[in-house]
Structures are given as structure tokens and as C-alpha cells.
Nanobody, 123 residues
Framework: QVQLVESGGGLVQAGGSLRLSCAAS????????MGWFRQPPGKQREFVAT???????LYADSVEGRFTISRDNAQHTTYLQMNNLEPEATAVYYC?????????????????WGQGTQVTVSS
């Protein structure tokens, strides 16, 4: 069993930055691809970024160049650095783990999810 706990959300003004963290516990973590997703108010959960092993991370077009996903395997922690935030980024952000070394941008391909952390960007 894998548990994921997100932190780092909050309220920020447009143009500001936040760094989200996802602390993982359980077995096999260093072989799992990790992803960040978000769910804006009244909308479906959507892909933000994902990281696997050996290849460049993948980003949603809407965050490319402003968000950076990274992982620290020794600490079992995945990060999402978010810069130049826009009000449209307001959402609950979720960390997810996939029991595969290959990443994916599909919500349904992930096996474990955190409880989410709220990010609110004011204009």
C-alpha cells in the first residue's frame, strides 16, 4: 500500500509562485512514475505534469515553461514548482503514483492518490 500526502498549497497573488510537495510512503516507490493533477472548481480532474525515469518530464500545454516537476527518490518526495501563477490555476492539486516506471497523462492510469491541497490564485 502506498500513501501520498501533499503540502504547500495556499493563497497567492497572480504572478506569484508556490512549491507543492508530495511525501510518499510504502513499498516500491522508487519504481513508480509520479504525476500531478488538478481539479478546478466545478470541473473534472486534469493532467498537470508527470515524471518517470530517464526521459524528460511531460507537462500540460497550459503550464509548460512555468511549472517544473521533480523527484527526490532518497526522500520519496515529488515536487511541483509553480511560477508565474495565473488565476486559472486555482484548483485542488493532487499527487498520484503509478505502479509503472512509465509516466502517463491519464487520470485512470494512476493507482494511488493523495488527498489534495488547495491552491488559490487571486487576480
Amino acid at each position: 500500500q502506498v500513501q501520498l500526502v501533499e503540502s504547500g498549497g495556499g493563497l497567492v497573488q497572480a504572478g506569484g509562485s508556490l512549491r507543492l510537495s508530495c511525501a510518499a510512503s510504502g513499498r516500491g516507490l522508487n519504481d513508480y512514475a509520479m504525476g500531478w493533477f488538478r481539479q478546478p472548481p466545478g470541473k473534472q480532474r486534469e493532467f498537470v505534469a508527470t515524471i518517470g525515469f530517464g526521459e524528460d518530464p511531460l507537462y500540460a500545454d497550459s503550464v509548460e515553461g512555468r511549472f517544473t516537476i521533480s523527484r527526490d527518490n532518497a526522500q520519496h518526495t515529488t515536487y511541483l514548482q509553480m511560477n508565474n501563477l495565473e488565476p486559472e490555476a486555482t484548483a485542488v492539486y493532487y499527487c498520484a503514483a503509478r505502479t509503472s516506471r512509465y509516466f502517463s497523462d491519464q487520470v485512470t492510469w494512476y493507482d494511488y492518490w493523495g488527498q489534495g491541497t488547495q491552491v488559490t490564485v487571486s487576480s
